[in-house]
């Protein structure tokens, strides 16, 4: 399943579209916030409920409160699940992941402020519960220098083995994700991996793309090379050059891949996002569905790292997009 929102524009609305990643196809489409909100939404992909199918979850954008929701993929939403991850008066817009932190083989919901220090809030998710998602999380990380107010952008991604804080294996998948943040506009990119066992503790860092962009980064995850970890996508914010890297989940992460996906276009320098797709089912990326959001943007396209291919849909504009991943247990 391959997911997008509408992100910043003047004439976005909050939209949420489910598209045949294999097609292009649109399979359904609904609005996640109200319809006046043009702030954006931020999509990722998870099962949040134990019922081993993937949700939606969803976060918006700058210019209301950041709440997180949940909706099944026929855009049914959970109420229960909703969240203000940074509380009622926080409006600066709210990045999204999930991943099985805690090991009970639920997905745990991750939000990062957009702006600001670069916070980030975990919740362990209790399906059972009246409340599944607490209105406290069960840790938190502040990533960014003191002063620093551009934010974080975060994924998760099974990089090897980790208890409190200190490698056990780092070669070998443990079915549990660590907290993957990239920085936001204002300094040299840079990507901080956690182990989020017990305290939450560094225990890997990316210097991706060049130190002279300051426009910011987006990540995200899966697993591109034949080992068993994921490997992390670095993608390139304003004035970026469309640019994107993958790194090895290994330690040094080693470039795997590197591309400027919209190098061509006029619209170059607007920020890009990218998410694997893996068409065969073996549990690694075959290619990569990338967008531009924050302006025009030209829809998505299915990036194989040699060339990229036409749109993959017919959608148009500025686009967050999000897709299945496979779990490594």
Known sequence: MLVTGTDIGAASRPWVTVVDPATGAVVNRFLAYEPWFKGGVRVSLGDVTGDQTEEIITASGPGRAGEIRVFRQDGTELVAYRTLPFGAGYRGGVEVAVGDINGNRVADIVAAASRGPGRVHVFFVDPSAADPVSNRPDRAVRAMPAGFI?????????????????????????????????????????????????????????????????????????????????????????????????????????????????????????????????????????????????????????????????????????LRVAASRVVVR
């Open 150 to 318: 551009g934010g974080v952008t975060v994924t998760t991604a099974d990089v090897g083995t980790y208890s409190q804080g200190t490698a056990v294996n780092a070669t070998a998948a443990d079915g549990r994700v660590e907290i993957v943040v990239g920085s936001g506009a204002g300094i040299a990119p840079r990507v901080m991996i956690y182990d989020m066992s017990g305290t939450p503790t560094v225990v890997r860092r990316i210097t991706p793309l060049s130190p002279s962009l300051r426009g910011g980064i987006s990540v995200s995850a899966g697993r591109y090379d034949t080992d068993a970890l994921e490997d992390i996508i670095v993608t390139g914010g304003r004035r970026g050059g469309s640019r994107l890297e993958v790194h090895s989940g290994r330690a040094g992460g080693a470039v795997l891949a590197r591309q400027a996906a919209f190098a061509a276009l006029a619209t170059a320098n607007l920020p890009t996002y990218a998410t694997g797709l893996d068409a065969d089912g073996d549990g690694r990326i075959d290619s990569l569905a990338v967008s531009q959001g924050a302006g025009p943007g030209v829809g998505i396209r299915r990036l194989s790292l040699a060339a990229a291919s036409s749109g993959l849909s017919s959608l148009s504009g500025p």
